[in-house]
């Protein structure tokens, strides 16, 4: 294991030693820099915005760890002298640090040895990370990095062993693996072992407890407009669903709907893991490209709503009831399973399944997509994505993934509220598909995603929110 010594925290001597003039131009250089009021010492503010030039999402934490981690106590008063020893001693564990790295001894560390160094790590990391990694850091274009350009870069990272500066460079470009809302997680070695995988769900799960209930209104809005034939608009449909259930009664559905999270996400990231192993093979330390995440993901998809299709019926009907109508969830089951059988639970089950690889696929590609293209155009200016940016594209994807799917979405809802045996086709995917087209022309194929288009910016903006604050409060960071 890769580790060093935590360095000693100590105040300058009275006399410094000699510098070389080069090194010791260079430091009063970055001294400047940093004193962005030139009034001759670093505060907290200063150090703030430097790491913030060097990596767009660190926040001022970072700061106050550096300035922890360098024994200054005072927060506004760094000296010139005072930065230049810990300078001094910062680059002496960062050299300690490359030497580990330069497994050749060349003086230079490469794309095979940044790969193997997080694979000593217990990190999986593939070539075009590793790529844009060594760009990232490499000055002059060579697709190496030179003992100077890594004391350069991580000179003001706030860590002192291999693990924390790694990681550090590697959170200063987390956008180079893209997430995206419908494709499970990719956890590390490391924090599966550590069960920090399990954090992570949880905080994902009370994120979208709390985005389902806050946009609960709108998703049964938009149950009421893709099971009712007529035309009506947004306006008379929630009217009438006031005048029957009162405001409380927009909620109706919601619980079973929050309930479902948390088998859903366990399922799906069990299955996602296993699926994994299958593409993976003997090449263990191989992470995934992105066609290997959507077929793992659509594969996971598939096998979790296989299992929870059940709540996904009874959530629609309950979305339907009329007041009075079942006393709750499990009274609803047992009535709709007396009256209609076992069989009822999985009416609309195929184009369910089918919606699932159109809008995985498209969300995840396109997500890929825009991140990617805004990176090769800012890379050279050596910026990365905003949160907002990062919402906007997830937004965006999850957008298209709607439009190209929503046909099946609103099939599988019709077949899910019909609640007496239908006839010949009419009980049929094929069947309503063509009702549909015959009564309402092909705009009733999307009748009911307006609701579902205003509820996506809410959604994930909320997600994002309370997934910041669970996740720290349960001890992990965003990814």
């Known amino acids: 294991m890769l580790t060093t010594d935590t360095m000693v925290p ?60 360098s024994g200054w106590k005072e927060a506004g008063d760094v000296t010139l002298s005072e930065f230049i020893h810990y300078v001094r001693e910062h680059e002496k564990n960062l050299r300690l640090q490359f030497s580990h790295l330069d497994k050749n001894k060349d003086g230079k560390v490469d794309l095979e040895e940044l790969i193997s160094a997080f694979a000593d790590l217990g990190i999986a990391i593939g070539r075009n990370e590793a790529t844009n990694l060594l760009k990232r850091m490499d000055q002059d274009g060579s697709l190496n990095i030179s003992y100077d350009e890594w004391r350069d870069y991580l000179l003001l990272a706030p860590a002192t062993d291999i693990h924390a500066l790694i990681h550090f460079w590697r959170h200063s470009t987390y956008l180079d693996i893209g997430e995206d809302m419908n494709i499970p997680d990719d956890f590390t070695q490391s924090e599966l072992q550590t069960g920090k995988w399990w954090r992570h769900l949880l905080a994902g799960g009370i994120a979208g407890a709390v985005s389902r209930t806050c946009t609960a209104p709108l998703d049964r809005l938009k149950v009421f407009l893709q099971v009712n034939p007529t035309r009506e608009n947004m306006t008379k449909c929630l009217t009438k669903m006031i005048s029957e259930g009162g405001i409380t009664g927009l909620w109706r559905g919601n619980g079973i709907n ?22 993976k093979g003997e090449k263990k330390d191989h992470p995934l490209e992105i066609h290997e995440r959507f077929v793992a993901g659509a594969t996971a998809g598939a096998i ?13 009907r309950l979305a339907l009831r009329k007041t009075g109508q079942y006393k709750g969830i499990v009274d609803a089951a047992k009535k709709i399973y007396a009256r209609e059988g076992l069989k009822c639970f999985y009416k609309g089950y195929i184009p369910n399944i089918l919606g699932i690889v159109p809008y995985a696929g498209i969300d995840l590609a396109v997500y890929e997509t825009l991140k990617k293209k805004y990176i090769s155009k800012y890379q050279a200016h050596n910026e990365q994505p905003g949160m907002l940016l990062l919402l906007a594209c997830g937004s965006t994807s999850c957008t298209l993934g709607q439009v190209c799917s929503y046909p099946l979405a609103l099939v599988r809802t019709r077949l899910q509220a019909q609640e007496k ?26 009748r009911g995603i307006t609701p579902n288009f205003i509820k996506v910016i809410p959604a994930v903006s909320i997600s994002y929110v309370v997934y910041e604050y669970a996740s720290r409060s349960l001890g992990v960071n965003m990814t």
């Open 10 to 69: 100590c105040h300058p001597p009275l006399e410094l030693e000699e510098l070389p003039k080069e090194d010791e131009e260079r430091l009063e250089t970055l001294f400047s820099k940093l004193d962005t009021d030139g009034n001759g010492k670093i505060d907290i503010h200063d150090l703030s915005v430097a790491l913030k030039e060097l990596a767009p999402h660190i926040n001022r934490s970072y700061a106050e760890k550096f300035l922890a981690k």
């Open 304 to 316: 979790s709503q296989t299992v929870i299709y059940p709540l996904e019926v009874l959530k629609t």
């Open 421 to 446: 045996a239908a006839k010949g086709a009419e009980g049929t995917m094929c069947g309503v598909f063509r009702d549909i087209v015959q009564r309402e022309g092909v705009r009733g194929l999307y």
């Open 258 to 279: 929050v309930i479902k999270i948390a088998p859903e996400s366990a399922l799906k990231f069990a299955a996602y893991e296993q699926v994994k192993r299958l593409i």
